[in-house]
């Protein structure tokens, strides 16, 4: 039988990187004032647009200090390899985040990762303020400023095998879309709540051994 091409859908914060860079960097500027604004999104009193609008309103910092705070977190233990595997099978990889792009693109330049096809909100620093903008958010499910599970349908193409890997709450559309879906932390609660299968892992290592054992193989 002829295998499937695979293509990969990737959460970003916590996922790629070894902690949510969104958190830290709203948590640290915000100085905690966002708690309140993330319960509700969690709880879905709110829309992650809602939330993310209002956490952008709590910011009193630079694009400059945002960038510094970004650069001192860390990638996921084998996230680099896994790119260059992908990218040795021609498997593409797209990442897919309800954060904003900024931080996304200075983090994923700095580890030598900038080629990745990123989808995610938009960040506007005008006057010294940060104000989001969504542009994926008239095709998604109405709740996500970027829905994952949208992009995950929008970008695959019939007969290919899609593989979704995230850790959170904002990766909860993408569930039971994916073909395949690697969960951990707060999202196999959420797979377990939908009754979707899922694969664990702790680090792309892990997701590295189970494409060479079993989607890799000749």
Same mark, same amino acid.
């Given at each position: 039988?002829?295998?499937?091409?695979?293509?990969?859908?990737?959460?970003?914060?916590?996922?790629?990187?070894?902690?949510?860079?969104?958190?830290?960097?709203?948590?640290?500027?915000?100085?905690?004032?966002?708690?309140?604004?993330?319960?509700?999104?969690?709880?879905?009193?709110?829309?992650?647009?809602?939330?993310?609008?209002?956490?952008?309103?709590?910011?009193?910092?630079?694009?400059?200090?945002?960038?510094?705070?970004?650069?001192?977190?860390?990638?996921?233990?084998?996230? *680099?390899?896994?790119? @260059?595997?992908? %990218?040795?099978? $021609?498997?593409?990889?797209?990442?897919?985040? =309800?954060?904003? +792009?900024?931080?996304?693109?200075?983090?994923?330049?700095?580890?030598?990762?900038?080629?990745?096809?990123?989808?995610?909100?938009?960040?506007?620093?005008?006057?010294?303020?940060?104000?989001?903008?969504?542009?994926?958010?008239?095709?998604?499910?109405?709740?996500?400023?970027?829905?994952?599970?949208?992009?995950?349908?929008?970008?695959?193409?019939?007969?290919?095998?899609?593989?979704?890997?995230?850790?959170?709450?904002?990766?909860?559309?993408?569930?039971?879309?994916? *073909?395949?879906?690697? @969960?951990?932390? %707060?999202?196999? $609660?959420?797979?377990?709540?939908?009754?979707? =299968?899922?694969? +664990?892992?702790?680090?792309?290592?892990?997701?590295?051994?189970?494409?060479?054992?079993?989607?890799?193989?000749?």
């Amino acid at each position: 039988m002829e295998k499937r091409p695979i293509r990969v859908f990737c959460d970003f914060d916590g996922t790629i990187s070894a902690q949510d860079v969104g958190a830290t960097v709203f948590n640290h500027f915000a100085t905690n004032r966002n708690r309140g604004t993330v319960l509700q999104w969690i709880d879905r009193k709110i829309d992650s647009r809602e939330c993310l609008i209002r956490e952008c309103a709590y910011i009193d910092a630079s694009r400059a200090e945002i960038e510094a705070e970004v650069a001192r977190i860390g990638l996921m233990k084998g996230f *680099d390899k896994f790119v @260059a595997l992908m %990218d040795q099978h $021609g498997i593409p990889i797209h990442v897919v985040s =309800d954060g904003l +792009d900024f931080y996304i693109a200075a983090f994923l330049e700095r580890h030598g990762l900038g080629h990745l096809e990123v989808y995610s909100n938009h960040a506007h620093f005008i006057n010294g303020s940060l104000y989001p903008s969504f542009p994926y958010f008239i095709a998604g499910c109405g709740l996500c400023g970027t829905c994952k599970g949208e992009r995950v349908k929008s970008l695959s193409s019939e007969g290919e095998l899609t593989v979704y890997i995230g850790d959170g709450f904002s990766d909860r559309c993408a569930v039971g879309v994916a *073909d395949l879906l690697f @969960a951990r932390d %707060d999202l196999v $609660g959420l797979a377990r709540e939908k009754g979707v =299968d899922w694969i +664990d892992y702790e680090d792309f290592y892990d997701v590295i051994k189970y494409f060479g054992s079993n989607l890799l193989r000749e």
